[in-house]
């Protein structure tokens, strides 16, 4: 059974970074696309970033591209969010997801139901 945990949350001040990570475990690696969601208090769950199985296509949501980067790591089964530039409307717990499915359309990458595996999520909290 795949399993997934976050780590690197906090909280941080406006125009702060920070780096997420995301250990992958209880499968194939490279068999899975990998994804992060944020859920901010009192909206729904929202896409923010994924990188592809071999970790050469990335896909990113308007609100964090040019600030957001999303890598992984095959050598240490962990995929990263390195949130730079970080703003109070980045405050949200982010998730992990893991999809062993490849998509190459945005509208799929960006579904929650497309991910067969998620993380019990970390706490990112942005000081204005």
């Known amino acids: 059974q795949v399993q997934l945990a976050e780590s690197g949350g906090g909280l941080v001040h406006a125009g702060d970074s920070l780096r997420l990570s995301c250990a992958f475990s209880g499968g194939t690696f490279n068999s899975y696309a990998m994804g992060w969601f944020r859920r901010a208090p009192g909206k729904e769950r929202e896409f923010v970033a994924r990188?592809?199985?071999?970790?050469?296509?990335?896909k990113y949501a308007d609100s964090v591209k040019g600030r957001f980067t999303v890598s992984r790591d095959s050598t240490k089964n962990t995929v990263f969010l390195q949130m730079n530039s970080l703003k109070y409307e980045d405050t949200a717990v982010y998730y992990c997801?893991?999809?062993?499915?490849?998509?190459?359309?945005?509208?799929?990458?960006?579904?929650?139901?497309?991910?067969?595996?998620w993380g019990q999520g970390t706490q990112v909290t942005v000081s204005s």
């Open positions: 990188v592809s199985k071999g970790g050469t296509s990335t």
């Open positions: 997801a893991a999809d062993v499915t490849a998509r190459p359309y945005y509208s799929d990458a960006v579904r929650p139901n497309s991910y067969d595996y």
